[in-house]
């Protein structure tokens, strides 16, 4: 057995575990162990000692004297004998002869360090021992194989009377696994080092331990090179010493593409290296320093041996390949698809800070352009443009005598906090704020700064689950980044001159625009902030921002042609502005229709963010609300979970994907919950406090309490006629049938009627106007007026799983009219619909309406004790403990039918009562 693959990929602790196995196993093995050692590579059989020991005393009076005189004369126990038997020969003699007893593993660790006599021996026996009770195992990286793993895996013998070769390769982690074994060594390891030390391990697990370990000393406000920085310098962990050991034998034009590529110090950044290879222009041949990087096809390298080559160049060599990269990467640039050239060109700028930061001073703006521009390609190297932008900002007002010292510094170090916050790096958001704080001092901000400030308070307020602190903060930054924005036509604004000043300022306000929107909702009276902002702003900027602002109106006052264009405003902002709102622009795009748009943008932008946070947090739980709507219950289930594990750096969140995890769990169940839910008092107004108010009105539902039922889900209402939020309204049909079939209060009842008809003739959604016709059918007393909307509720919801609920609703309405046989067909549909989308919850009562209506019932023999389907729901539900009128409300029939039903399911299952049910039922 060969067992190949990168260093440091576990291939020694596999070996390991290979040994314990067969140590521990019910046969009585003979583990052998032996590892190689570079220094011994010249002793003859030093390998071969460890094994040949082992095998003397086992084989005590066992092998006759010629073998047993080689063996000793290998491991130096006697001098040669004239004439002995060869080493080989006398090793697999006595393996041989052991193995008739009992099995043999030998297990050889590090064989490319093997001296050669032990090596030829090695291999000699591996061709003997295949049809023995010996299994020879050798651990060899690929790097020291004569052909590619992969190759050797495909080329190896087997069969009967062949030698077999097993050749087992261990394939580097993946990026989940890497995050698994990074976050069970340094669980709170600040996320772009997390991100870091994966990308540096190449998914070697020694490595990813190495790493994990070096970051102990390093602070959560540290930058992205930090590891190379400050780290990897004199660093005496055994990954770090090998890649030293290995640039030693690197020759000199290799190390320095190597250094060059380490410079690229992200490490995401290093993948730029094949782009700018791939997209290279002729300018790229020129003399001088620029050729000092290959111009061809690099060939696959390791990003941490580049690393530990960058951090040994010398300051003038790295200066040098700083400014060849910088005119490299403006090359390759226009070239390059769109996200990879916004990368290029932001890299560019920020090799051409670090090569001179003393002549950078002018491009501080451009860097601060550059940093918007990455916001949905790499957020997180967006963070760190802003605060080196600001360094820039601050070093130049150092000496400028300006009015407003560091306020252009104090805006991009908020800015650079948001994005840090919403990647999960507390610390470093807090020391960026801090920062910023400092900076402005105690005079009065500018403009621009006092929005940044404010917009950073907001965001902040809002990963806290603090909605309301939120809009306050979030209107005050709209004011302040609107009065920068009116100005910003001239030099000295918001982070650059002229035009880039102006451009930065007008997607500042765009950008708190459209999240002061999203997170206010609609509301009766409109925004203050936005009707102050909207006559300063100039007139393509105030357009944009009025076309978004109308996702704040009521729905009587707007239209759905100019819904989804502001929604899609709103997502084309969005896209650009690296703030994690995507949960609440789901919640407008499912009352709009428009799930698939946002869909499309989360996943678009989910490469741009850490795969933990607040953002990875928000993004999920974005991606769950639109599956419901799409894909159906299993994807997502799997958001949910990639939600749960984003939760490492936002523990805020907890909640809120708890009760996504609830969602989920009771739309995949059919079942009674057995205890009470949790509250969702503690929840912002969003989809997931709905939706833990869904599930607890559902419980009470299936236990035939629609008055509890009714009470939960009138508490989503507003009760003084402001509009209702995504949650209520994507709950209308359940409420109103609770409210209906309780009795409730009738004033309730047709306000919530009146509300869902508005959002329909406000959206125009197939969703609304179908929830809007089966609300008024439900409402109604007249059945035929029920059924006419009810037929015209499926019309308007096509073929999608909107179509789910009426069809329901028309089946339910028909079986209850004693139309049985015209009932089937919808609620067949709507079974069909449930359990394609997972909702197993309601695929469960659709079945059971399904089967009340026994289609193609079997004939059964007098006295059978076969229960029919209405039966067993019946006994189901009452072994459950509801009450005849429970069980009536909750299946639309009469207590007397229930009470008719159970005096067959006694007769039939033999029992007295109702407290037999259960066991009987579980024994059948």
């Known amino acids: 057995m060969l067992i190949t693959g990168p260093p440091g990929s576990g291939l020694s602790a596999l070996l390991e575990e290979l040994a314990e196995a067969a140590s521990s196993a019910s046969a009585d093995w003979l583990v052998l162990r032996a590892r190689a050692a570079r220094d011994e590579s010249s002793l003859p059989h030093a390998l071969l000692h460890q094994v040949l020991s082992p095998l003397l005393a086992e084989l005590d009076g066992v092998l006759d004297e010629g073998r047993r005189s080689a063996l000793e004369a290998a491991v130096g126990v006697r001098a040669p004998d004239e004439g002995r038997v060869p080493v080989a020969m006398a090793a697999l003699g006595a393996l041989e002869v052991l193995a008739r007893h009992r099995p043999v593993l030998v297990a050889v660790d590090d064989a490319h360090w093997a001296d050669p006599g032990s090596a030829a021996v090695l291999r000699f026996l591996a061709r003997r021992l295949a049809r023995t009770a010996v299994c020879l195992a050798q651990v060899l990286p690929d790097e020291q194989m004569a052909q590619p793993p992969a190759e050797a895996a495909a080329g190896r013998t087997g069969g009967a009377g062949t030698d077999e070769v097993v050749v087992v390769v261990v394939e580097p982690l993946g990026d989940a696994d890497s995050f698994a074994v990074i976050d069970a060594e340094r669980p709170d390891l600040d996320p772009l080092l997390r991100t870091a030390v994966a990308e540096l391990s190449a998914g070697r697990p020694r490595r990813l331990v190495d790493l994990a370990r070096l970051t102990e000393p390093l602070g959560a406000a540290a930058g992205p090179d930090a590891l190379r920085r400050r780290l990897l310098r004199g660093s005496p962990h055994p990954s770090v010493a090998a890649a030293r050991r290995a640039l030693d034998g690197v020759p000199e034009d290799a190390r320095r593409e190597l250094a060059a590529r380490g410079l690229l110090d992200d490490p995401a950044g290093a993948h730029l290296t094949a782009l700018v290879a791939r997209t290279g222009t002729a300018a790229g041949q020129q003399a001088g320093a620029h050729d000092r990087l290959s111009a061809g096809e690099p060939p696959a390298a390791d990003l941490l041996l580049a690393a530990v080559a960058a951090e040994a160049a010398e300051e003038a060599e790295t200066a040098e390949l700083r400014a060849a990269w910088a005119l490299r990467l403006e090359e390759a640039a226009p070239a390059a698809p769109p996200a990879a050239g916004r990368r290029m060109a932001a890299e560019a700028l920020r090799q051409r800070v670090l090569a001179d930061p003393a002549a950078a001073a002018g491009l501080a703006g451009p860097l601060e352009a550059a940093a918007r521009s990455l916001l949905g390609v790499d957020a997180q190297r967006s963070g760190e443009l802003f605060a080196l932008a600001a360094d ?96 910003a036509q001239g030099p000295g604004v918001a982070g650059g001159e002229g035009d880039a000043g102006a451009s930065g300022a007008t997607e500042e306000v765009l950008a708190t625009g459209t999240a002061l929107v999203l997170v206010a909702g609609r509301r009766a009276r409109p925004l203050a902030a936005l009707d102050a902002a909207l006559p300063v702003l100039p007139a393509d900027v105030a357009a944009r921002l009025r076309s978004v602002s109308r996702l704040a109106l009521p729905w009587d006052r707007t239209g759905p042609a100019e819904q989804r264009r502001a929604l899609d405003d709103a997502l084309e902002v969005l896209s650009g502005a690296g703030l994690p709102v995507l949960r609440l622009a789901a919640d407008a795009g499912r009352l709009l229709g428009r799930s698939q748009q946002v869909g499309s943008l989360c996943r678009s932008i989910a490469a741009a963010w850490p795969t933990t946070g607040p953002a990875a947090v928000d993004l999920h739980l974005a991606l769950v609300a639109v599956s419901l709507d799409l894909t159906g219950v299993p994807e997502a289930r799997h958001h949910v979970q990639q939600a749960r594990a984003a939760l490492r750096h936002a523990p805020e969140a907890a909640a809120a994907v708890g009760q996504a995890e609830l969602l989920l769990e009771r739309l995949g169940s059919g079942q009674v919950p057995d205890g009470a839910l949790p509250d969702a008092v503690d929840l912002p107004e969003s989809t997931e406090r709905s939706g833990a108010v869904w599930c607890r009105a559902h419980a009470h539902r299936l236990r035939g309490d629609l008055a509890a039922a009714a009470a939960e889900l009138l508490a989503l209402w507003p009760p003084d006629g402001a509009p209702a939020d995504a949650g209520a309204l994507l709950n209308a049909l359940p409420t109103v049938h609770a409210l209906r079939e309780s009795g409730a209060d009738p004033a309730a009842l047709a306000r919530v009627v009146e509300q869902v008809t508005a959002w329909a003739a406000g959206s125009g959604a197939p969703l609304a106007v179908s929830s809007a016709l089966a609300s008024r059918a439900t409402a109604s007393e007249d059945p035929a007026e029920q059924r006419a909307l009810l037929e015209e509720a499926v019309a308007a919801a096509g073929q999608g799983p909107a179509a789910a609920a009426p069809q329901l609703a028309l089946g339910m309405l028909l079986r209850r009219s004693r139309h049985g046989v015209w009932a089937r067909e919808p609620l067949g549909a709507a079974l069909r619909i449930f359990e394609d989308h997972g909702s197993t919850a309601f695929a469960e009562l659709a079945r059971r309406e399904l089967e009340a209506t026994a289609p193609q019932r079997p004939p059964r023999p007098m006295g059978s004790a076969v229960l029919t389907g209405q039966e067993r729901t019946v006994a189901s539900l009452a072994a459950k403990g509801l009450a005849n009128a429970d069980i009536a409300r909750s299946l639309g029939i009469s207590a007397r039918t229930v009470a008719h039903h159970l005096q067959h399911v006694y007769a039939k299952l033999g029992v007295p009562g109702r407290q037999h049910l259960r066991a009987r039922l579980e024994d059948r």
Do not use: F, I
């Not at 308070?457 to 939120?470: I, N, Q, T, V």
């Open 392 to 487: 820039l900002h601050l070093a130049a007002d150092g000496g400028s005598g300006a009015a407003e010292p560091g306020s252009a510094g104090a805006a991009a170090l908020h800015r650079a906090a948001e994005v840090a916050l919403a990647s999960g790096r507390t610390g470093r958001a807090h020391d960026l704020a801090a920062r910023a704080a400092a900076t402005d001092g105690g005079g009065a901000r500018s403009s621009a700064s006092s929005g940044a400030h404010e917009r950073w308070r907001g965001l902040a307020a809002l990963a806290r689950g603090d909605r309301a602190a939120a809009v306050e903060h979030l209107q005050d930054a709209l004011g302040h980044l609107a009065a920068a924005a009116a100005t």
